[in-house]
Nanobody, 126 residues
Framework: QLPLVESGGGLVQPGGSLRLSCTAS????????IAWFRQAPGKEREGVSC?????????YANSVKGRFTISRDNANQDTVYLHLNSLKPEDTAVYFC??????????????????WGQGTQVTVSS
């Protein structure tokens, strides 16, 4: 098991920023593809961004491209961040991080991921 824990969510005004963290205490996330998904009320879970373990390549949903950035913490190898900038009300959702232990380029499809966190709420509202 990989105990993923998300943090950093909250209430922010449109145009604001947040930094979400995905941690797995006692484990090195560098060996996993890590993705962020989100789910808004009444909507399906949506892949937001991912980062590959093998190459460090990243992938973003069109809806967040240019506004969100995924990165690994080089100092703390148990943490992956999602930087959310220029937030919009439609970004409101529960954000989940997920991990894939298979050596491959990351994709934004949920069935690729074996481990999931419990989620953190992001609310964008004035």
């Amino acid at each position: 098991q990989l105990p993923l824990v998300e943090s950093g969510g909250g209430l922010v005004q449109p145009g604001g920023s947040l930094r979400l963290s995905c941690t797995a205490s006692g484990f090195t996330l560098d060996y996993y593809n890590i993705a962020w998904f989100r789910q808004a009320p009444g909507k399906e879970r949506e892949g937001v961004s991912c980062i590959s373990a093998s190459s460090g390549s990243t992938n973003y949903a069109n809806s967040v491209k240019g506004r969100f950035t995924i990165s690994r913490d080089n100092a703390n190898q148990d943490t992956v961040y999602l930087h959310l900038n220029s937030l919009k009300p439609e970004d409101t959702a529960v954000y989940f991080c997920a991990a894939d232990s298979v050596f491959r380029t990351c994709l934004l499809t949920s069935y690729e991921y074996q481990y999931w966190g419990q989620g953190t709420q992001v609310t964008v509202s004035s």
